[in-house]
């Protein structure tokens, strides 16, 4: 995929830092729309307050009755690492705050599908529950929670997805994205929302001397931040601050050893160490690992791996989810080489490809279409649709977007312009997910590529490396590299610090089949000799007979044999002649 590099405009008389302030940092910040160095402040008082959220009260006196009756309450989770880690918290926390009999349900995606349906509804019957809680779904239930409450259960419905024009009949609705919630931040995760509102319960247990009456200890929220951080990342929401506040105190416990021992189970397995964890760490290794369990088999897999307090049970479990993603990655491998055929096919016959892709292959794994998508759409820079079979005549797509396209709108486009097209959809601005019957394919393919249209212009169609500029000759260091390390979490909406700039190409070689390793020089300061690398290059072209490149890169520190080295980790490489 070609790509043009894009500086950030930053102008550093803006900013209202101090002047011990390095400039490297102030010019990073300045680029993502931070103005002080209150956005480096991760204590957990700078989180918002609950009492904010529409619906937290009326949740919580639900609870409160709840955890003072000893009703049973049943958690019916999604099948991903958001959906996972919402539903551990939900058992751990409610258990720890004195609740009855507290148990969880997700619904099989190859079986029932996704949300609370009104067939879920029916196998959650069979748990005799009082109250029933949706965790990172049900904003769009509108069916599954008439029939819950139908069937006489209490229904509190926690989400964070974007509603649509008519909300469920639920006891509680807790969503920050719901109309009227004045929550200040609409990127909390499933399992952020979660985690307020029972933080807010805990507060009205304590004001009401619950745990004094019962003879237990008030738990400390905190505690459940190792999951709180790892469905955050794991989910691509935005990294707010209010998120990151609660990313960089959930990794922090988890580094210190102060995580569930499923977690410690998942980077073992995958070699990572506990205390240099990260969140690139989570978003690659961690929550594909759990999302393995939901996207091949059952969630429930990945869940049991989060409660368990036994570390062999952890550890075996983790060796599963470990085995799985494995699996996952083999079967990706196969769909994206039919992907590629069909699309070499499709720009044989039109000369070029449409502004949007909409895959389907009868063979494809319904888990999998999702990565598959995300794949084509990292290669081609263009909205992306995979769909697999599904039931009754239906087929399953998992949709990806590009800056610039709020695929969840284009959606509500297609389906306000052709009602009859789309059986059901759902989901955020870069992700949604939608059904429909399979012989609409075709005309949805062309009321998809309408709307894209429609949205976009065609600029937008190339791809866009976002930069940070140019690093002067001392800013190629150890120190600069821990600086900006230090001021993580880096993730979504939030980037890594990422810089440009033209370099003499002194080695070259191939590593690992299809990685580039590199030494190079700043074309300024030819004598300072860097190591760089780049992953997952075109070996048809790399190694080439040139030497001179433009890298956009990230600056790392690497450890090797107990060796500390500073490392260039090269997202774009490009050829000067």
């Given at each position: 995929m070609s790509a043009i590099i894009r500086r950030r405009p930053v102008d550093l008389s803006?900013?209202?830092?101090?002047?011990?302030?390095?400039?490297?940092?102030q010019r990073v910040l300045l680029g993502r729309g931070v103005t002080s160095e209150e956005a480096l402040d991760h204590q957990l008082a700078r989180l918002h307050n609950p009492a904010a959220m529409r619906g937290v009260e009326t949740a919580v006196a639900l609870l409160v009755e709840a955890v003072q009756k000893q009703q049973k309450i049943l958690i019916v989770g999604d099948f991903d690492a958001d959906g996972a880690t919402s539903s551990t918290l939900a058992v751990l926390a409610l258990g720890a705050l004195g609740a009855g009999p507290v148990d969880f349900l997700v619904p099989n995606r190859f079986e029932f599908g996704y949300g609370l349906t009104p067939e879920i509804v029916e196998v959650a019957c069979e748990y005799e529950p009082d109250l029933l809680i949706t965790v990172d779904n049900g904003i769009s239930s509108i069916d599954g929670v008439a029939a819950a409450r139908a069937a006489g259960l209490k229904v509190i419905v926690t989400d964070h997805h974007l509603p649509g024009s008519e909300l469920p009949e639920a006891d509680a609705i807790v969503n920050p994205n719901q109309p009227g919630c004045a929550f200040p931040s609409k990127n909390l995760a499933g399992v952020g929302v979660i985690f307020y509102l029972l933080s807010r319960l805990r507060t009205a247990l304590q004001q009401q001397g619950w745990f004094e009456a019962s003879g237990i200890s008030a738990p400390n929220m905190a505690d459940y931040l190792d999951l709180v951080a790892l469905g955050t990342v794991a989910d691509l929401v935005p990294l707010d601050q209010n998120n990151r506040v609660l990313v960089h105190q959930g990794i922090a416990r988890i580094r210190a050893g102060r995580c569930r021992p499923g977690?410690?189970?998942?980077?073992?397995?995958?070699?990572?160490?506990?205390?240099?964890?990260?969140?690139?760490?989570?978003?690659?290794?961690?929550?594909?690992?759990?999302?393995?369990?939901?996207?091949?088999?059952?969630?429930?897999?990945?869940?049991?791996?989060?409660?368990?307090?036994?570390?062999?049970?952890?550890?075996?479990?983790?060796?599963?989810?470990?085995?799985?993603?494995r699996d996952r990655k083999a079967i990706e491998a196969g769909m994206q080489r039919e992907a590629m055929a069909a699309l070499d096919r499709l720009q044989l016959g039109s000369g070029e490809l449409p502004w949007s892709l909409c895959l389907y292959d009868a063979a494809w794994h319904q888990g999998v279409v999702g990565i598959l998508a995300s794949r084509i759409k990292e290669k081609f820079h263009r909205p992306v649709i995979a769909f697999a079979d599904g039931d009754n005549n239906l087929i399953k797509g998992s949709a990806r977007s590009i800056a610039g396209l709020h695929i969840r709108d284009a959606l509500s486009d297609v389906a306000a312009a052709h009602p009859n097209l789309i059986s059901k959809?759902?989901?955020?601005?870069?992700?949604?997910?939608?059904?429909?019957?399979?012989?609409?394919?075709?005309?949805?393919?062309?009321?998809?590529?309408?709307?894209?249209?429609?949205?976009?212009?065609?600029?937008?169609?190339?791809?866009?490396?976002?930069?940070?500029?140019?690093?002067?000759?001392?800013?190629?260091?150890?120190?600069?590299?821990?600086?900006?390390?230090?001021?993580?979490?880096?993730?979504?909406?939030?980037?890594?610090?990422?810089?440009?700039?033209?370099?003499?190409?002194?080695?070259?070689?191939?590593?690992g089949e299809k990685h580039l390793k590199m030494v190079v020089a700043p074309a300024a300061e030819p004598q300072r000799a860097l190591d760089a690398i780049a992953f997952n290059i075109d070996t048809d072209f790399w190694p080439a007979q040139v030497?001179?490149?433009?890298?956009?890169?990230?600056?790392?520190?690497?450890?090797?044999?107990?060796?500390?080295?500073?490392?260039?980790?090269?997202?774009?490489?490009?050829?000067?002649?």
């Open positions: 803006t900013g209202r830092f101090s002047s011990s302030t390095p400039k490297i940092l977690i410690h189970a998942l980077m073992e397995v995958a070699g990572r160490e506990r205390a240099r964890l990260s969140t690139t760490d989570i978003g690659f290794i961690l929550g594909p690992r759990i999302n393995a369990a939901g996207r091949l088999d059952d969630i429930g897999t990945g869940i049991r791996c989060l409660l368990t307090e036994d570390a062999e049970e952890a550890r075996e479990l983790a060796s599963e989810l470990d085995g799985l993603n959809y759902g989901g955020h601005a870069m992700a949604a997910g939608l059904s429909l019957p399979a012989e609409n394919l075709a005309a949805f393919t062309r009321a998809f590529e309408e709307a894209v249209r429609n949205r976009l212009s065609e600029s937008q169609l190339q791809a866009v490396i976002d930069s940070d500029g140019e690093l002067a000759p001392t800013e190629f260091s150890m120190e600069t590299a821990a600086l900006l390390r230090d001021c993580a979490p880096w993730g979504q909406a939030f980037p890594e610090p990422q810089f440009d700039g033209e370099f003499l190409l002194l080695q070259q070689r191939i590593v030497d001179r490149v433009r890298l956009a890169f990230k600056l790392d520190i690497n450890e090797f044999r107990g060796r500390q080295s500073l490392q260039l980790m090269v997202s774009h490489l490009e050829a000067l002649r």
